[in-house]
């Protein structure tokens, strides 16, 4: 079985401040991590995703990961915040299943 | 197309009413999902389907729900007998092979009044 746990369901943070958005997962096997951004009234886009090798994966819009195998975590970074980076974050773990298992979201605020 | 496209966009339904939402994948992509996401929920999976076949149905909720690829391209969602527990945005995402870079069209949402 896998599954996905998003400590935090709203995070607020001022603009130009460091963005931490957590993620653990629990996998039988060794997991595929991503993490998707949805904005109001979109469908979800992928940020960025672990598969192999190096575990600090970056992604679009300045956002980066880094795959924790012993604390079987996946934590979204940021080191700015913008305004524009105010959306919902999911993160989901694809552990050789036939699809991907998300966490319930973490909506992220930014205040000027 | 360019992007996964879903229709129709917005859906109201009287309970006991049935609905069809149509998803239309990138062209040339093999597999096709459907999840469905409740307000302030992550995203539940439904179904998949690889080309035509559906391999895997063991995200839908109950009998009522029912989907379909005949051609492996277009997919539709169908939900009888519309429940207000059913009101959701059902999202459609599709790849060229597995569940590991899913591209998601912008969602059907259903309203049970």
């Known amino acids: 079985a896998q599954s996905v746990t998003q400590l935090g369901s709203h995070v607020s943070v001022s603009e130009g401040a460091l963005v931490l958005l957590r993620c653990n997962y629990s996998s039988s096997v060794p997991p595929y991590l991503f993490w998707y951004v949805q904005y109001p009234n979109q469908g979800l886009q992928l940020l960025l995703k672990?598969?192999?090798?190096?575990?600090l994966v970056k992604g679009i819009n300045g956002f980066e990961a880094e795959f924790k195998k012993s604390e079987t975590s996946f934590h979204l970074t940021k080191p700015s915040a913008h305004m524009s980076d105010a959306a919902e974050y999911f993160c989901?773990?694809?552990?050789?299943?036939?699809?991907?298992?998300f966490g319930k979201g973490t909506m992220l605020l930014v205040s000027p | 197309g360019a992007g996964v496209s879903q229709s129709p966009r917005y859906k109201v339904a009287k309970r006991g009413q049935d609905v069809a939402l149509r998803c239309d994948p990138i062209?040339?992509?093999?597999?096709l999902f459907w999840y469905q996401q409740a307000l302030g929920q992550g995203p539940e999976f439904l179904t998949y389907?690889?080309?035509?076949?559906?391999?895997?149905k063991s995200g839908l909720p109950s009998d009522r729900f029912f989907a379909e690829r005949p051609e492996g391209s277009v997919s539709t969602l169908k939900i009888q007998r519309t429940q207000q527990e059913d009101s959701a945005v059902y999202l459609c995402?599709?790849?060229?092979?597995?569940?590991?870079?899913?591209?998601f069209g912008a969602g059907s949402r259903l309203t049970v009044l």
């Open positions: 995402a599709s790849s060229f092979s597995g569940a590991n870079v899913l591209t």
């Open positions: 389907f690889q080309n035509e076949a559906q391999l895997d």
């Open positions: 989901a773990v694809n552990s050789g299943y036939s699809t991907l298992t």
């Open positions: 062209s040339g992509h093999v597999s």
């Open positions: 672990y598969t192999t090798g190096a575990t």
